[in-house]
């Protein structure tokens, strides 16, 4: 085998493993901030955050802006603190909200942000004011069931003393 | 007599692991000895390119065959199994994070071991019972930076880069199966991979995984044909050994490896 | 000439394990010398040139060479005391993976910096040499074995080795290549002036070629002499080696532990 062609196929061969990998980080993996130098971090504290998950996206108006890189529990006051990493050409003003949502209606959990109206922005490290929890199916259905059976009592009591002050 | 043969499993038991042990030593102690000759494939670079040639570029068509395929298969039954909960959306990203997690580096690597592994072990186990290597040592030319270290690095070089091919010759199978042949949406496939593939998290920790693969494996071939009893049947039986444990270690290390990563 | 020894054994012994192989080896391989050792095989022949060459170490006793303890160098001396060595292998050893003009080059390219015209130069001289210019670009597994033997010769020559080691130079040929490498052994020891060890089993021709002769068995030096002495030599042992006569001092059988009937289970019945 002249060495010619050896150095032509590896060079090929070389060339290949660079293509994969680039196809790999730009179409598969779309290339998402990472902690490195051009991501800041935000915290948000929920109530419930639900299934929400690290890596779970962040989304303003539904474009991925960053992604959930940490969850704890703040064991002082019992709320969770989730750690958004966000990339650096987005900012949001001071007033913005979180809020835990899920895609579709069994998809996976993200968090939202709406951007407020103040001038100011958040600093990296800042903590969201304006949070809301994730909607938990189990809770919602309690509270359907509960303001569904005071509605019935209501309505009971209603009928008892339209029947008390008929006659 | 009693006592003897209720004793020899026992015995047997030990003298395997004595064995394990001292191979795991001559190992490590093999390794530090490459480490310490690569200058001279590092330098005379062309030495190792010559070797990429025969353990990477040979390999390719193996990869991309057996990429493709398992991608397809991936994709046909991940459809099955996602259509019946009512996320055959999901098959894009399904396909990307088994491939790239798990399939690619671990199927590459086994690959890689039947395929160029046995090669090498085959091609130094001949030259030590050629007496080629004992020629080298005479000519006062170190085989260990003349023939081994060149090898174990092409391995090295090698491995990564045919798992990354697999890799997206798997995605593109699933992808011919997801989308051209059933027909799921195009934009949804890609944005949903897109969506749950993390560059960082899941693309480098799969190729990292390759790289300790390449290492394991190249490692464990190289050694077996330097270490191969200088006969046609020792030949043969290192040859076996490199596959059987390089399966065995590219799997353990696989689950130390995914236990430390995600 | 007794000072002039360029290889020397003092008092050598080696074995594996407990299995003595040499025993308390003394002998001297003068400047420009071309020395035949032989014996039977698995007399410890091969394992004399091994000591030479540093492969092996001696655990008694002293391997000089030109005044030096082959056993006593570290990896870097004995890198240097090896370009300075060339050795023919039983089989030739080449490379087979490269064709014959890189098997020839092989000792050049690694340790000289000439240009690719001067080791193109080199090479075909030492082909030349050994009458096989032409076959540059054949794979050695397309050479027959007396055409491997002589190319194996020239990459061993390649850098004008001070000692030349043979290992049995002339097992496996036909009498035409033995001849022929028989010729080209005893041109190059005289042309270079290489001190020359050859291990070999073959009586008759090495005994035209060689200047002393050493008889090993045992582990020991059972006789030694020059071709004319050997050939007068009245010893029981090296009379039979000589005419190659079956049964004699060295028996036909192995000593077993066991008489042949106790092995079948018969003794005492």
Known sequence: MKRSIIDLWVGIFVAIGLASVTFLALKVANLTPQGDNNSYTLIAEFDNIGGLKVKAPVKSSGVVVGRVSNIELDTQRYVARATLTLNDQFHFSRDTSAEILTAGLLGEQYVGLVQGGEEENLKPGDRVQLTSSALVLEQLIGKFMTSFAEGNNKAAAADAAAAETAP | ?262 | MQNDSFIEFKRVSFGYGDRLILQDISLKIDRGQLVAIMGGSGSGKTTLLRLISGQIRAQEGQVLVDGRDVGRMNQRELYQHRRRMGMLFQFGALFTDLPVFDNVAFPIREHTSLSPQMVRDLVLMKLHAVGLRGTEALMPAELSGGMARRIALARAIALDPQIMLYDEPFTGLDPISLATIALLIKKLSDALGTSAVMVTHDVHKSLEIVDYVYFIAGGKIAAAGTPDEVRASDSPWVHQFIHGEADGPVHFAYPAQQSLAGSFGLEGA
Do not use: C
């Open chain 2, 1 to 262: 007599m009693m006592l003897d043969n209720l004793l020899a499993p026992l015995r047997h038991l030990g003298h395997s692991t004595i064995n394990a042990i001292w191979k795991l030593g001559m190992m490590s102690r093999f390794l530090l000895a490459i480490l310490a000759h690569s200058g001279q494939s590092l330098l005379r670079f062309q030495l190792t390119i010559r070797e990429v040639y025969f353990a990477g570029v040979l390999s390719l068509i193996i990869i991309v065959v057996s990429g493709l395929f398992v991608g397809m298969v991936l994709g046909l039954q991940g459809y099955n199994t996602l259509s019946r909960f009512g996320s055959a959306d999901a098959l894009g990203a399904l396909v990307a994070l088994s491939l790239l997690r798990e399939l690619g580096p671990v199927l590459a690597a086994l690959l890689f071991a039947s395929r160029s592994g046995s090669a090498m072990t085959a091609e130094i186990g001949l030259m030590k019972a050629t007496e080629q290597l004992e020629a080298m040592s005479v000519m006062a030319v170190d085989p260990v930076a003349r023939v081994v270290a060149p090898r174990f690095w092409a391995g090295v070089i090698s491995m990564p880069i045919l798992a990354a091919l697999f890799n997206v010759m798997g995605i593109f199978g699933g992808y011919l199966v997801g989308v051209v042949m059933i027909g799921l949406d195009e934009g949804t496939f890609w944005s949903q991979m897109q969506n749950n593939v993390d560059l960082h998290f899941d693309v480098i920790n799969g190729l990292i995984k390759s790289l300790f693969f390449g290492i394991a494996v190249t490692l464990i071939a190289v050694f077996e044909g330097f270490d191969a009893t200088p006969t046609a049947a020792g030949v043969s039986s290192a040859t076996t050994r490199t596959v059987v444990t390089s399966a065995l270690v590219i799997l353990a290390l696989d689950f130390v490896l995914t236990a430390f990563m995600f």
